[in-house]
């Protein structure tokens, strides 16, 4: 089978700078940042700013590549601000750094589903040496380079349009809950069948992510529990500190937990959720990988694709970091790959990508 596309890795030496804009009211932070930031041959701070408006001000004229965003800021925060500064930035990734990014995990969870592609602690002043310039380097390494496909992107055997699910697995990590908001808001309340969700986050966000799902989905959204049963019109997500399973019970299913360490070293991880989606429903499982680094939902994805199930993935274009659905794709196991906004219409009408 012919390779659908190959994605070629860049040399790094030819690649211009990426250029980073600081949105903070602290002129400190700006200048710590600033000098981390500069410090790396990758990157070129190009604005540094004290408030949104000036923010919104440097984007018509000028382009960012990434922007290191603070949320607590006179005039129009941060968060308020968030989707007029992605949408001025055209493609600029936004990396929430915040003090309340630790602390206020509803806050940060929110800031995550109106489209910031991750967050960084950021310390009080006088606390940032150490690690904060490292982690705030890595993260916007890991955002701007992105997880590049190696390799060619095989396409998955056909699988028949007809027929629908009885249940979804969903799977993500960085960027990964924006893309669940453009695709759970367009459930409507007819849609009954389970969702399962498997994101990547602390434990103590879960209750968090878990009450932003429900107003989202507009339906009920739990923090999966041992023995839990799975009902019709419910979203579950996997608890922080155990990887989600379904096992057959009786006349339908029900959840078990494991801490047992993944492969992919996540916790949880979005694979044996899908494996056990393989074992129990079969070809009547939909499987959807979206933004995330790592290959974590790779295995699980295989398994669902074995199974006669369909798998779907979030395209390039509109991932924050194509690792994890770019490692579905190269692997063959995806039927389709796509953007949120074609994903939610799949998911809605039931029909399997052909």
């Known amino acids: 089978m012919p390779p659908v596309s190959a994605i070629a890795r860049p040399s790094v030496a030819d690649a211009a700078p990426t250029r980073i804009l600081i949105v903070d009211d602290s002129a400190v932070a700006r200048a710590v940042i600033g000098r981390a930031i500069e410090a790396d041959p990758r990157f070129k701070v190009v604005g540094s700013v004290p408030h949104t408006a000036a923010a919104l001000g440097f984007l018509k004229t000028n382009r960012a590549d990434a922007l290191v965003l603070d949320i607590e800021m006179p005039g129009v925060s941060g968060l308020a601000a968030l989707p007029s500064l992605i949408a001025e930035g055209q493609g600029a990734k936004v990396l929430i750094v915040s003090s309340s990014a630790g602390d206020g995990a509803s806050t940060t ?56 699910f009885d249940i979804v697995g969903i799977g993500a990590s960085t960027g990964g809950i924006h893309a669940l908001k453009l695709i759970l808001t367009e459930l409507p309340a007819s849609f009954t069948v389970p969702i399962l969700i498997t994101q990547h986050l602390p434990e103590s966000f879960m209750p968090y992510f878990a009450a932003q799902v429900a107003v989202l989905a507009n339906r009920p959204c739990v923090v999966a529990e041992n023995r839990m049963r799975v009902r019709a019109g419910h979203v579950y997500v996997a608890p922080g500190d155990a990887h989600m399973r379904i096992v057959s019970a009786g006349d339908g299913a029900a959840v078990r937990l494991i801490d047992k360490a993944a492969p992919s070293g996540c916790m949880p991880s979005v694979d044996p959720m899908l494996e056990s989606l393989a074992e129990v429903y079969g070809p009547r499982a939909l499987a959807i990988v979206l933004s995330g680094m790592g290959r974590d939902g790779s295995a699980g994805a295989c398994q669902i694709a074995h199974a006669g199930g369909a798998v779907v993935v979030q395209d390039r274009e509109s991932s924050v970091v194509w690792g994890m659905p770019g490692a579905v794709a190269r692997a063959g196991s995806a039927h389709a790959i796509l953007p949120p906004a074609e994903i939610a219409k799949l998911i809605v009408t039931g029909r399997r990508p052909s």
């Open 109 to 164: 969870i929110e800031a995550l589903a109106l489209g910031a592609a991750d967050t960084l602690v950021k310390p009080a002043v006088g606390g940032f040496a150490g690690r904060f310039s490292v982690d705030l380097v890595e993260k916007l390494g890991r955002l701007c380079t992105g997880e590049r496909a190696v390799g060619p992107v095989r396409a998955a055997p056909p699988r028949l349009a007809a027929g629908g």
